[in-house]
């Protein structure tokens, strides 16, 4: 990473109504067919923030749906990070997060904020992450 300017990504994602099989499942699939990511990038300069168009991972759902036993895994094709300005994009992927020797970001969770309790079956909703 480069020193000068070492940014701090937070991951918000839209769990789409497959949530409501959490009784029935463990292992629910993260991708952008069922998933929306978006991140938060803070830098010494400015803060912005986007969406990725092209990352895969999982979340582990707990049987009791206590958001104190989730978990996910989530890695991002850096390249896929957008924000609407091309230029910034560029140079973030370049320069901040040196995207020729690191192409992925793998998220791991520490903490998940704002889960409802209990999860309305068919409804989706938003959520924030924690992690490194």
Do not use: C
């Not at 409501?20 to 990038?41: C, G, H, I, R, V």
């Not at 582990?60 to 924000?83: A, M």
């Not at 973030?92 to 690191?102: F, I, W």
């Amino acid at each position: 990473m480069n020193l000068l300017v070492y940014p701090l990504i937070l991951l918000y994602l839209f769990v789409s109504p497959i949530i409501s099989y959490a009784s029935d499942l463990n292992k629910l699939p993260l991708n952008p067919q069922n998933t929306e990511l978006s991140y938060w990038f803070e830098s010494g300069i400015h803060d912005f923030e986007g969406k990725a168009h092209n990352f895969e991972g999982f979340i582990l759902v707990p049987q009791d749906l206590n958001s104190q036993n989730y978990y996910t895994e989530t890695t991002v094709d850096v390249k896929s990070l957008f924000s609407g300005d091309f230029n910034r994009d560029l140079k973030a992927q370049n320069y901040s997060l040196e995207a020729k020797d690191y192409p992925e970001i793998t998220f791991y969770s520490t903490k998940f904020n704002g889960i409802p309790h209990p999860i309305k079956s068919g409804e989706g909703f938003h959520f924030k992450l924690e992690g490194i």
